[in-house]
């Protein structure tokens, strides 16, 4: 099964430029855990006036319910480094390419990160 996170709006009101860093607050104790298996920054797709991210649904039974929920494979590479003592510095490991782009954990769209990157 496949499905959508949408998002009202053709367009982030938050412009940054294709070579931006993020720093994102951690909660203490978390440290311990690899950034990447929690954090995405993925590609918008812009339709009808709104931001998606197409998602896959897996393990699903026909009376169990879905148990999962993954996105579909868009993730950007991106590089982690401590930035002090409770926060990551997060580097795509690309300038990104103009575009909508949404920066986020893999547990759903709680705390989503929407921002831009305008063409030159």
């Known amino acids: 099964m496949t499905g959508n996170y949408v998002v009202a709006g053709a367009a982030s009101t938050v412009r940054v430029p294709a070579n931006a860093t993020f720093v994102v607050r951690i909660?203490?104790?978390?440290?311990?855990?690899?950034?990447?298996?929690?954090?995405?920054?993925?590609?918008?797709?812009?339709?009808?006036?709104?931001?998606?991210?197409?998602?896959?649904t897996a393990k699903a039974g026909m009376f169990q319910g879905v148990k999962s929920a993954t996105a579909a494979d868009t993730s950007l590479s991106l590089t982690f480094k401590k930035y002090g003592p409770n926060s990551l510095l997060i580097t795509p490991s690309q300038p990104l390419p103009p575009g909508e782009y949404a920066l986020a954990t893999n547990n759903g769209v709680q705390g989503v990160f929407c921002f831009g990157v305008d063409a030159k």
């Open 27 to 56: 909660s203490p104790g978390s440290e311990a855990i690899d950034p990447s298996t929690v954090v995405q920054m993925r590609p918008f797709v812009v339709q009808k006036g709104a931001r998606t991210l197409p998602i896959t």
